[in-house]
């Protein structure tokens, strides 16, 4: 009896001592953190090979259109377009059937009107009044006014601040008051995912 007790006692005091230690900690193999640093970076880059893409895209856009907006001012006589504040001028967007729904600017990125503006109300592809609303009547694919639909009849149009009209944003290439500049049809065509 003596020895069942005492080796009950020993069981015992063995299991103590082993739930105080714990299993050793695998420590993270050198090449793991190597390849997880490696994957950081080539992000960053992809990142910012990516934004680099997409200012380049807005300044093409912004300097053609500055360029439409110069010509139709010396087309029209008005040596004010031509003044260096030409490029200073606004570029305001209005929507609708009759074009009386404001959608922003085609100005800097950083302006919360600039429709280049991701995060601000005309840029947002969850705003109402803006032409990445896939679900918004200026951004639909089958919607009448929207710049993203190939049938639309009545898309945006582009206006300087001074009044000059500078023509419609539109996926639509049937429409004679279309901007034509390639990289206006290659920004909406990226916006309208076509």
């Not at 606004?90 to 085609?106: P, R």
């Not at 993203?148 to 001074?162: F, K, L, Q, R």
Request: net charge neutral; with cysteine.
């Amino acid at each position: 009896m003596h020895t069942g007790l005492a080796r009950l006692l020993l069981i015992a005091s063995g299991v103590r001592f082993l739930s105080g230690c714990s299993m050793p900690e695998v420590a993270a193999a050198p090449g793991a953190t190597a390849q997880s640093s490696q994957h950081d970076g080539k992000l960053a880059l992809e990142q910012l090979d990516l934004e680099r893409r997409r200012l380049r895209l807005q300044n093409e856009v912004l300097s053609d259109l500055h360029k439409i907006h110069e010509d139709r001012g010396a087309a029209t006589g008005d040596s004010s377009a031509e003044a260096p504040n030409a490029k200073q001028s606004k570029l305001l967007i209005f929507g609708g059937a009759s074009h009386e729904v404001y959608l922003g600017c085609l100005c800097e990125g950083k302006n919360p009107e600039s429709v280049f503006n991701l995060a601000g109300e005309f840029g947002s592809d969850l705003s109402a009044t803006s032409m990445r609303n896939k679900f918004a009547p200026y951004g639909s694919n089958h919607e009448d006014t929207s710049a993203c639909s190939t049938s639309a009849t009545h898309p945006p149009s582009v206006v300087a601040s001074d009044g000059k009209a500078l023509g419609l944003l539109t996926m639509n290439p049937a429409l004679k008051r279309r901007i034509p500049a390639r990289s206006v049809t290659d920004w909406l065509a990226r916006m309208c995912r076509l």
